[in-house]
């Protein structure tokens, strides 16, 4: 436990984003309560636990006093007495199913009116005031989008772990795919400034959609280009700055703003971010472009609402990148894979895969820790390590 906390000190700088710890198991929990210092991370305390054992109660009494900032986890349904939320700085709440349930009917029909509270109070979902949604609290597996959005925009929730990917894309599937408007501003600014192409394949990588939609209109008859061109950095060179910067204003006027897509498009750009990483040290920065590229277009059947293999066709990406998403064979599976495994807490696949692949427990806890912590302030979170 030392050595995790001495690596945490030594990776998280004070400009990383807030990071909040969730043992999984109740040992672990008891070092980090017992041995992490004053500055530490957050730490999330299960509710059940907590209840369940007088221990975990007085470490967390113990560590309250020296300073830690704790978060209780657990359902809103059961949130702790008045004396026991006095030792947490916040929640990481769930709903029950019957509440979700409840809250989201609310919502959807006719939130803020009478005749919706009426309906709430004869169904019972808000006769106990643990089923009304509290504010400023994080909340955890929301399944649905109205609910999420009533967290954040109505009860100022401090952030939303997990965001309802599903309905989502359930929500926008009618809507006709379109590349990010801030990230086109930003693109557009970078070229007005006369910034480096590692800065603007930086911008360009960033959106997904961007990103195919500039490699569908490099490879495109209207350019007549001589020779595939495979990678977002070969395009920019290739397609020159005046001819891109037209190519951006004329995306402009149907551009995206949504703010219930960034977190979806944000979750594709981490996964890409730590596969990148994941690629073996000293192999070169184009491979590792393409590890990238790879990994996030992965994702692109989330985003365009067609099958995967339907939209890398009409690319001439390299097979490595195609086998690795389609086939889940070649150099790049395995990475392409372990990206994906790390985003969840189960630790049957991460396992299985380190094993294979030879990969060293510690090497890829650093790995995931120093790519959360060069995220900047306020871009969405999907990941927690």
């Known amino acids: 436990m030392g050595h995790f906390l001495r690596s945490l000190n030594e990776i998280w700088s004070q400009q990383a984003p807030p990071l909040l710890i969730s043992a999984q198991s109740r040992q672990v ?6 041995h992490a210092p004053q500055g530490s991370p957050w730490i999330e305390v299960q509710g059940d636990w907590l209840q369940q054992d007088e221990g975990i109660y007085e470490l967390v009494q113990k560590a309250k006093a020296r300073g830690l900032m704790l978060v209780w986890g ?60 509290l504010g400023g ?33 359930q929500a926008f599937k009618l809507q006709q795919p379109q590349p990010s408007r801030d990230v086109l501003f930003r693109l557009m600014k970078a070229i007005d400034k ?10 360009l990588s960033s959106d997904p959609v961007l990103a195919y939609r500039f490699l569908l209109y ?21 397609l020159g700055l005046g001819t891109l910067e037209r190519w951006l204003a004329d995306q402009l006027p149907h551009a995206c703003s949504e703010p219930d897509l960034v977190p979806l498009r944000t979750q594709v750009v981490l996964r890409a971010r730590l596969a990148e990483r994941l690629i073996e040290a000293g192999v070169s920065l184009e491979l590792q472009r393409e ?28 097979e490595r990148i195609f086998n690795a998403i389609v086939t889940r064979t070649g150099p790049y599976a395995a990475v392409l894979q372990m990206s994906q495994a790390l985003e969840s807490s189960d630790a049957a696949p991460i396992r299985q895969l380190r094993e294979q692949e030879e990969w060293d427990a510690e090497e890829l806890n650093r790995l995931l820790l120093r790519m959360l912590s060069e995220l900047k302030l306020g871009m969405p979170q999907t990941q927690s390590a």
């Open 137 to 169: 609290q994080m909340y955890q597996g929301l399944q649905s989008l109205e609910l999420a959005r009533a967290c954040l925009d109505t009860h100022d929730a401090a952030g939303v772990a997990g965001w309802p990917v599903v309905d989502t894309i």
């Open 291 to 318: 590890m990238y590229l790879c990994s996030l277009f992965s994702q692109l059947d989330l985003l365009l609402h067609e099958p995967v293999a339907n939209i890398l066709r009409r690319t001439p990406l390299n």
């Open 29 to 34: 929990l008891c070092n980090l309560l017992e």
């Open 74 to 133: 657990g359902s809103l349904a059961e949130v702790p007495d008045a004396d026991a939320a006095r030792c947490f700085a916040s929640s990481l709440l769930s709903l029950p199913p019957e509440g979700a349930n409840g809250i989201a009917n609310v919502v959807r029909s006719a939130t803020g009116k009478l005749e919706a509270a009426a309906k709430a109070e004869d169904a019972g979902f808000f006769t106990d005031q643990s089923l009304s949604l």
């Open 218 to 238: 490099t490879n495109s008859a209207a350019l007549g280009l001589r020779r595939g061109v495979d990678s977002l950095r070969r395009g920019l060179v290739m």
């Open 194 to 203: 006369e910034q480096s192409l590692d800065v603007m394949e930086e911008i």
